[in-house]
């Protein structure tokens, strides 16, 4: 009999939790896999961390790192150093790392440089931006990573760029919709639109935490003043991330935030009730990348508040639009989904649901 393959799974941070959930869940089919998983702590609060792991039945993690916040180079090295002796304790066969967060490049790093294999799951994105700490965190990691897997054609086609080995690369959709799909009817039951006396499809959602965006004034200003106009039409729900409070306060904004009677600052929600929020939304102004594809397959109009995007294919079939930062340009696109001037969408290839089926039969194949 084949010996069990162990493979050690990384989470950090809060995108990374609707990812390795349907992964997790996977494993559970295929006896001859044992997974340890480990939580490096970068993301710690009970909103950004422990809410998921219960909303969305993961296993409590085998070993927290709990390196916490800190610079990208001392949370980048404390991961490394504290992930080391994991690895050398559990000798696994491989690591399997998702997403572009600080913890994700740490830990691939630590693994190759052990001889043991990395697999990326969300491989080959790019926004082209080099100044995003997550595009490097994606081109060094999937520079060293023996399997590849893909959400969209994007990813795929630039990893053969960049002279990724073709038999490395695997198109297998996207986890994360997974979750959401696993997720939708339960959320359903969220009383999140009673609790803020929304009406279905007569309230904007908005969230931003992109350092680009929220760490610099004089971009920030001109988003809450298209956000002021907004406001002045319908509620505008704004769940708000720590980084983004941090700086909310820093720069006093909040003088202009209480001129905005409806614009709701809240603290970060649980998936299903932000799932639930974002469905019957009329928009949804974002600098995130997961919420450009969770739109897409809610077909709900999105507006991402940056200047490009890794995942291109919400645009080109999903209802995801780059509108950019400018207040003129934000507003204008505002104004055209409302009076329903906006693309049709529809659902990317092999956004079924599957993902992580599929990601696990090429690992037991494969490693
Ligand atoms: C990180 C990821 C980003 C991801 C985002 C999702 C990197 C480089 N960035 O950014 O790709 O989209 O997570 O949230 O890995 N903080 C808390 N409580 C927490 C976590 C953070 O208060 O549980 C505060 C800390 O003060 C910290 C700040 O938020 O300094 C930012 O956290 P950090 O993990 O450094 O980066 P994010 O901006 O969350």
């Given at each position: 009999m084949r010996k069990k393959l162990k493979i050690i799974n990384i989470v950090g941070a809060r995108p990374n939790f609707m990812k390795i959930a349907p992964i997790m869940r996977a494993y559970m089919h295929h006896r001859d896999i044992e997974p340890v998983l480990v939580h490096t702590g970068q993301h710690y609060d009970e909103k950004m961390s422990d809410l998921f792991f219960k909303e969305l039945e993961i296993?409590?993690?085998?070993?927290?790192?709990?390196?916490?916040?800190?610079s990208h180079a001392v949370q980048t090295a404390e991961i490394m150093k504290a992930f080391e002796p994991v690895v050398l304790e559990h000798k696994p066969d491989a690591v399997l790392v998702v997403g572009d967060v600080n913890s994700t490049i740490a830990c691939g790093l630590v693994t190759v440089k052990l001889g043991i294999k990395l697999v990326h799951v969300e491989a080959g994105l790019r926004s082209g931006d080099r100044t995003m700490p997550e595009e490097i965190n994606r081109i060094l990691t999937d520079s060293i990573s023996d399997l590849l897997f893909c959400t969209e054609q994007s990813g795929v086609d630039n990893l053969l760029k960049e002279?990724?080995?073709?038999?490395?690369?695997?198109?297998?959709?996207n986890v994360m919709i997974d979750t959401l799909l696993k997720n939708a009817k339960k959320a359903e039951d969220s009383n999140i639109l009673g609790r803020f006396n929304l009406e279905k499809k007569n309230y904007a959602v908005v969230t931003l935490h992109r350092p680009s965006n929220v760490d610099n004034p004089s971009i920030f200003s001109g988003i809450l003043e298209s956000l002021n106009v907004i406001q002045s039409d319908i509620p505008v729900i704004f769940p708000v991330h720590p980084r983004t409070r941090q700086n909310i306060k820093k720069f006093s904004g909040n003088n202009l935030l209480e001129k905005m009677p409806d614009l709701h600052l809240i603290d970060p929600l649980g998936y299903l009730d932000f799932l639930k929020l974002m469905s019957n939304a009329r928009v949804v102004l974002t600098d995130s990348g997961g919420i450009q594809e969770e739109t897409t397959i809610l077909k709900v109009p999105c507006l991402t508040l940056r200047e490009n995007t890794e995942r291109p294919v919400t645009t080109v079939l999903g209802s995801n639009c780059i509108v950019g930062t400018n207040p003129d340009m934000i507003i204008g696109a505002y104004k055209r989904l409302s009076a329903g001037d906006w693309h049709k969408s529809s659902i990317p290839p092999?956004?079924?649901?599957n993902a992580a089926e599929r990601i696990v039969k090429i690992l037991l194949d494969k490693l």
């Open positions: 296993p409590q993690p085998d070993i927290n790192l709990e390196v916490g916040s800190a002279g990724i080995a073709q038999d490395k690369i695997h198109f297998t959709g092999l956004w079924d649901g």
